[in-house]
């Protein structure tokens, strides 16, 4: 099936993308010297430059063009919606700066930069880069109008087969592709008036070569039943020396009902991926180093405030000042996850693990704080350290929870293909919280899982630094 993304674009799309990149190098590199200039009214040639100067642009340029591939800010469907197109750039432009700061900061050459310069050049690149996402929408929206923008696809089929695919391409959100037709198989006769959408019926199969010629053809889906093979070989026989891409439709029964990750050849026979390990190879290599590095720095700068909330814990209320409970891991292992207290000590004889609620008598006042503010979960960095919990996933529940939701939501479960995280796409979406209701573990279930299967480096980064923001503007923590 054709989705929304490459696979479903004209080549003009993927090229501007691709011309994009390069400009965004271009114009930060450009921006750093005209902010110059403006600084000190002198046209000096780059070159002429401190060297400091040149390597901060060059490097920026850089990060800029690989912070906003982390992103996603150069995918299609991205740039198909302004809205998302200018969050990303804002967001990565801004990422990159902090990055600058960092290194400057780190070589302690902060004093060679004009400051002045900086907050020029600081906001002439983010006029320029939006100014050309403007141009690209722009160009966009021409080609549409023009009607040259996407594939021009057409349905190789007739039947019932044939009219669900094209109905479902068709009505697929944000796909930038045109269904001309069909395209009957030897031998079968015209669908009826109205099939299929109303498509056309372009010809036959023999026909194909000029049938490809006349109406421009990308990309042909064969919608024809897998076992149909007679089919299958005559129309591949016939698009051999074409230049069009060609797609076989999932049957019929496959649609909707089992998720399909790709295609992968082994032993010599192609089968369908259904499922997928989340993350495998150098994915966890960058997942192991961001969550060692980081849970290390975070560790450090947090060392001080760690030290003032175990005092305040222990001035406020008896008790330990940790919080100690089984949680289930990656592939359900379990650990032992740390937490703040912000509990009475004797709230838990019952054995049962009730959720904290609203005004909940058992939180102290020291614990009302921490809650409302996450500042309970800091010490869950030593977990990340241990390599039992990671900075970004889904939030672990305590195990009686696992036990009655797993029983209520079918894909409860698959959270636990990665390890558990101190945040999560979740939470920065406001699902922090009690989860009295089986619809709100529902929406949580639904946030943790598009995360697994969408991970990447610049995500994890897009919701740690969202997160503070986050908790400081929620208020469905207590």
Sequence with gaps: ????????????????????????????????????????????????????YIGGVLLAGLLTANVMHL???????????????????????????????????????????SRLWFGLWFVLALAALLALRAA?????????????????????????????????????????????????????????????????????????????????????????????????????????????????????????????????TVMGLPMLDLWRRPMGGWDLLVKAVEDRVLGSLLLLVTALPMLLIALAIRLDSPGPVLFRQQRAGFGRAPFTMLKFRSMHADCDATGRVPQARRNDPRV???????????????????????????????????????????GLIGAYLARQRVKPGMTGWAQIHGLRGETDTPDKMRRRVTMDLYYIDNWSLGLDLKILTLTPVVVLLQENAY
């Design 364 to 406: 102290t006042r020291v614990g009302r704080f921490l809650r409302r503010t996450s500042l309970d979960e800091l010490p869950q960095l030593i977990n990340v350290l241990r390599g039992e919990m990671s900075l970004v996933g889904p939030r672990p529940h305590a195990l009686e929870h696992d036990s009655l939701y797993a």
């Design 1 to 52: 099936m054709v989705g929304a993304g490459s696979g479903s674009s004209s080549d003009r799309e993927i090229l501007l993308a691709g011309v994009l990149r390069l400009a965004d190098v271009f114009v930060v590199v450009v921006t750093g010297y005209l902010a110059w200039v403006v600084r000190t009214g002198d046209f000096v040639g780059f070159a002429a430059l401190s060297s400091f």
């Design 136 to 264: 690209v929408v722009a160009r966009m929206a021409r080609w549409k109008q023009a009607g040259v923008a996407g594939r021009r696809v057409a349905l190789v089929g007739q039947g019932e087969l044939a009219q669900d695919t094209a109905r479902t391409m068709m009505r697929a959100p944000g796909a930038s592709i045109s269904v001309v037709g069909l395209i009957a198989p030897a031998g079968a006769t015209a669908p009826q008036a109205g099939a299929a959408g109303d498509l056309p019926l372009l010809g036959s199969l023999e026909e194909l070569t000029e049938l490809i010629e006349r109406h421009r053809l990308q990309e042909l889906v064969l919608a024809v039943p897998w076992s149909d093979r007679a089919t299958l070989e005559r129309a591949l026989e016939r698009v051999r020396a074409l230049p069009v891409d060609v797609r076989l439709a999932p049957e019929r029964n496959l649609a909707g009902h089992i998720p399909v990750h790709g295609i992968s």
């Design 71 to 113: 992103l996603r800010a150069y995918d299609l469907e991205v740039l198909r919606e302004p809205l998302r197109l200018v969050a990303r750039c804002a967001g990565g432009w801004l990422l990159v700066v902090l990055v600058l700061l960092v290194v400057s900061v780190l070589t302690k050459t902060t004093s060679v930069y």
